[in-house]
């Protein structure tokens, strides 16, 4: 079946960085487009990043010149880099194959000093 699990999270200091990772199984994973995604508390689910199967790659406004998504097919696996963390960047990140229901369980990401 298919398994998404990240890692990587932890608490942070603002202007501290982390570097999240998706390792997949049970996908074609060079075929589909990956993303991360975040939840904080009592706000939906929004978008992060996302990279295309031809590593085209999609940023939020939010997270734009401070993160970085990128993705190795012979691991399976997609990362999130982020640097110049904010407190406003706290949420529990997930992992999510597009366009379909797989997603990872989430990890959690504290920023705060």
């Known amino acids: 079946q298919v398994q998404l699990v990240e890692s990587g999270g932890g608490l942070v200091q603002p202007g501290g960085s982390l570097r999240l990772s998706c390792a997949a199984s049970g996908i074609a994973f060079s075929i589909y487009n990956m993303g991360w995604y975040r939840q904080a508390p009592g706000n939906q689910r929004e978008l992060v990043a996302t990279i295309a199967s031809g590593d085209i790659i999609h940023y939020a406004d939010s997270v734009k010149g401070r993160f970085t998504i990128s993705r190795d097919n012979a691991k399976r696996t997609v990362d999130l880099q982020m640097n110049s963390l904010k407190p406003e960047d706290t949420a529990v990140y997930y992992c999510?194959?597009?366009?379909?229901?797989?997603w990872g369980q989430g990890t959690q990401v504290t920023v705060s000093s």
């Open positions: 999510h194959v597009i366009s379909t229901v797989f």
